[in-house]
């Protein structure tokens, strides 16, 4: 099965900690396969309660947390807009939001640009 965002994203903050899927279980208590399921696409909607006990065991950063639970309602989010907000962690929750509604009509999307633009009008 195809990674989701929220897997993709799941499956990142677990790796910058240097986790295994068995150290996060335990940590979080959730079964290690369910993770394995939500990282790889095979789950996508992990109950308000999953979702604390990972958060909390990976002690993710208020940012990404709001991410991954975005993403968890919102799982058609572009894998290449999750690398660009991974590799920039200024951009906030409410501009990486915005950056999701963006409607780049049969181009490529240039994030970038979108987030300069965006930040500019929030001004």
């Known amino acids: 099965m195809p990674e989701t965002a929220l897997g993709m994203w799941l499956k990142d903050l677990r790796n910058r900690r240097g986790l295994s899927l068995r150290e996060l279980a ?16 095979a789950k996508e909607a992990p109950s308000n309660e999953v979702v604390d006990k990972l958060v909390t065991a990976l002690a993710a950063p208020k940012r990404d947390s709001q991410i991954l639970r975005f993403l968890i309602e919102h799982g058609n989010v572009d894998s290449k807009l999750l690398d660009f ?8 929750f409410e501009e990486f939001h915005m950056l999701t509604t963006v409607v780049n009509r049969g181009a490529r999307p240039d994030y970038a640009t979108s987030l300069a633009r965006i930040r500019k009008f929030m001004k």
């Open 26 to 41: 335990d940590l979080s208590r959730v079964d290690h396969a369910y993770i394995h399921r939500l990282e790889t696409g």
């Open 85 to 92: 907000a991974r590799a920039d962690p200024d951009i906030a």
